[in-house]
């Protein structure tokens, strides 16, 4: 008798639950974020292509249940920033800001629930964008005010440092930006 194990293929679906367009802000209010920023996304023209409405989150995530970060959490769209998604994950014990992709079933970067981090990132990216256009502390902090972020000022003034200086704190990103949130005092 052939004794041969075919081994059988299971395609394992988590459980996750996606917050519907219509309960997103009341959900995301109440868990703090900052309204002008809620209400501002996808309509400020210097962020069009960092902070995008989340279109792309409600089509994308019913079709990605497989993701294993996904598991047992009810997911709720922040905003979309190409193929990369900024979201909500909430269970009964754990509620986070997690930043990942399209492309891999793993967090890039879990903000807790510190909105202040977040939006940092947001005018952080908004300064690598443009900082060689236009370095203007008084754009920099428009930009800023209008995603309710009350610290631009003193971000712009750790970012706008020598292209040494930057080279020099590039090799390690995010220690430099856990500084900065130290200075800024919202970590």
Same mark, same amino acid.
């Given at each position: 008798?052939?004794?041969t194990?075919?081994?059988f293929?299971?395609? #394992?679906?988590y459980t996750?639950?996606?917050t519907s367009i219509?309960?997103?802000k009341?959900k995301?209010?109440k868990?703090?974020?900052?309204?002008?920023?809620?209400n501002?996304?996808g309509?400020i023209?210097?962020l069009?292509f960092v902070?995008m409405?989340?279109?792309a989150s409600?089509?994308y995530?019913?079709?990605?249940?497989h993701f294993? #970060?996904?598991?047992n959490?009810?997911?709720?769209p922040?905003?979309?920033?190409?193929d990369?998604?900024?979201?909500?994950?909430e269970s009964?014990t754990?509620?986070?800001i997690?930043y990942f992709?399209?492309?891999?079933?793993k967090?890039?970067?879990?903000?807790?629930l510190?909105?202040?981090l977040l939006?940092?990132?947001?005018?952080?990216?908004?300064?690598d964008l443009v900082?060689e256009?236009d370095?203007s502390?008084? %754009?920099?902090?428009s930009v800023?005010?209008?995603?309710?972020f009350p610290?631009?000022?003193?971000?712009?003034e750790?970012?706008?440092?020598t292209?040494?200086?930057?080279?020099?704190k590039?090799h390690?990103q995010e220690k430099?930006?856990k500084?900065?949130a130290?200075? %800024?005092?919202?970590?």
């Amino acid at each position: 008798m052939n004794n041969t194990n075919f081994g059988f293929y299971t395609n #394992i679906i988590y459980t996750m639950k996606l917050t519907s367009i219509e309960e997103r802000k009341a959900k995301l209010l109440k868990f703090k974020i900052p309204e002008l920023f809620l209400n501002n996304t996808g309509e400020i023209d210097e962020l069009e292509f960092v902070v995008m409405e989340p279109k792309a989150s409600y089509f994308y995530f019913p079709t990605m249940a497989h993701f294993t #970060i996904f598991s047992n959490f009810e997911i709720t769209p922040i905003f979309d920033c190409g193929d990369t998604f900024y979201t909500l994950f909430e269970s009964n014990t754990i509620s986070k800001i997690v930043y990942f992709s399209l492309e891999e079933d793993k967090i890039y970067k879990d903000y807790g629930l510190n909105w202040n981090l977040l939006i940092m990132d947001v005018l952080w990216s908004y300064f690598d964008l443009v900082i060689e256009e236009d370095n203007s502390l008084e %754009l920099f902090c428009s930009v800023g005010e209008k995603i309710g972020f009350p610290y631009s000022e003193k971000l712009f003034e750790q970012l706008n440092i020598t292209s040494d200086e930057i080279s020099a704190k590039m090799h390690d990103q995010e220690k430099w930006k856990k500084e900065v949130a130290k200075i %800024l005092q919202i970590l």
